[in-house]
C-alpha cells in the first residue's frame, strides 16, 4: 500500500497520464482503494511490464510518451470507463429487484413527490411573480429538481446507457 500511495503521490505520475486518461487519475486520487491499486498496478504492468515497479520508473517512461505506452493508458481507461457502466447498471438493477421484492412503496412516493414538486415550481414560476432576493434560488433549486426528475426518469424508464446494451445485444443475437 505504501507503494501505492508514492504512486498516486507522484506529481510526475499524474501528470503524465493526466492528458492522455484523465479517468486513470482519477481513479488514482479518488476514495476507492483496491480501485486504486489495481489501476496503478495495471499502468505499471502495461507500461513497464513490472506491476511492482517505482513510480519513478513509470514517470520516466510515461514521459517518453511512447505511442505503445499512450495506447496502453487509453486502454486502461477504456476497460476503467467499462467497468464503471457495468457497476452503475447492476447497481440500478439492484434497486429494482428491491423494490420488486419487497413491494415498498417508497419509491413511487418519491417519485411522484419530486415529479410534483417540480411541476408545482415550474407552474409558481410561470403564475407567480417571486420577490427580487430569491429569484436566483428558485432558478437553484429548478435545476436540483429536474437533476432529481431525471433520476426518476433513469430508474423506471432505464438510461440510454441500458438501451443501447439491450440493442447492441438484440443486433449480435440477430446475426
Same mark, same amino acid.
Given at each position: &500500500?505504501? %507503494?501505492?500511495?508514492?504512486?498516486?503521490?507522484?506529481?510526475?505520475?499524474?501528470?503524465?497520464?493526466? $492528458?492522455?486518461?484523465?479517468?486513470? =487519475?482519477?481513479?488514482?486520487?479518488?476514495?476507492? #482503494?483496491?480501485?486504486?491499486? #489495481? =489501476?496503478?498496478?495495471? /499502468?505499471?504492468?502495461? /507500461?513497464?511490464?513490472?506491476? !511492482?515497479?517505482?513510480? *519513478?520508473?513509470?514517470?520516466?517512461?510515461?514521459?517518453? *510518451?511512447?505511442?505503445? $505506452? @499512450?495506447?496502453?493508458?487509453? %486502454?486502461?481507461?477504456? $476497460?476503467?470507463?467499462?467497468?464503471? @457502466?457495468?457497476?452503475?447498471?447492476? $447497481?440500478?438493477?439492484? *434497486?429494482?429487484?428491491?423494490? /420488486?421484492?419487497?413491494? !415498498?412503496?417508497?419509491?413511487?412516493?418519491?417519485?411522484?413527490?419530486?415529479? #410534483?414538486?417540480?411541476?408545482?415550481?415550474?407552474?409558481?414560476?410561470?403564475?407567480?411573480?417571486?420577490?427580487?432576493?430569491? %429569484?436566483?434560488?428558485?432558478?437553484? &433549486?429548478?435545476? =436540483?429538481? #429536474?437533476?432529481?426528475?431525471?433520476?426518476? *426518469?433513469?430508474?423506471?424508464?432505464?438510461?440510454?446507457?441500458?438501451?443501447?446494451?439491450?440493442? !447492441?445485444?438484440?443486433?449480435?443475437?440477430? %446475426?
Amino acid at each position: &500500500m505504501n %507503494r501505492l500511495k508514492e504512486l498516486i503521490s507522484s506529481r510526475a505520475v499524474r501528470g503524465a497520464i493526466q $492528458d492522455v486518461a484523465p479517468k486513470i =487519475v482519477g481513479a488514482l486520487t479518488g476514495p476507492a #482503494g483496491p480501485v486504486a491499486e #489495481g =489501476v496503478a498496478r495495471r /499502468v505499471a504492468r502495461e /507500461v513497464l511490464g513490472e506491476p !511492482d515497479a517505482p513510480p *519513478a520508473r513509470i514517470a520516466e517512461r510515461l514521459a517518453e *510518451a511512447r505511442p505503445q $505506452d @499512450m495506447a496502453a493508458l487509453a %486502454r486502461i481507461e477504456a $476497460d476503467l470507463e467499462a467497468e464503471t @457502466m457495468r457497476i452503475a447498471a447492476q $447497481d440500478r438493477a439492484d *434497486a429494482r429487484a428491491r423494490e /420488486v421484492s419487497t413491494a !415498498d412503496p417508497t419509491p413511487h412516493r418519491l417519485a411522484y413527490g419530486i415529479l #410534483g414538486l417540480f411541476g408545482l415550481v415550474l407552474a409558481g414560476l410561470f403564475f407567480i411573480q417571486p420577490p427580487e432576493g430569491i %429569484r436566483e434560488v428558485l432558478v437553484a &433549486m429548478v435545476g =436540483v429538481l #429536474g437533476g432529481l426528475v431525471g433520476a426518476v *426518469a433513469n430508474y423506471y424508464f432505464g438510461s440510454s446507457i441500458g438501451s443501447k446494451q439491450k440493442t !447492441d445485444g438484440l443486433l449480435r443475437g440477430a %446475426r
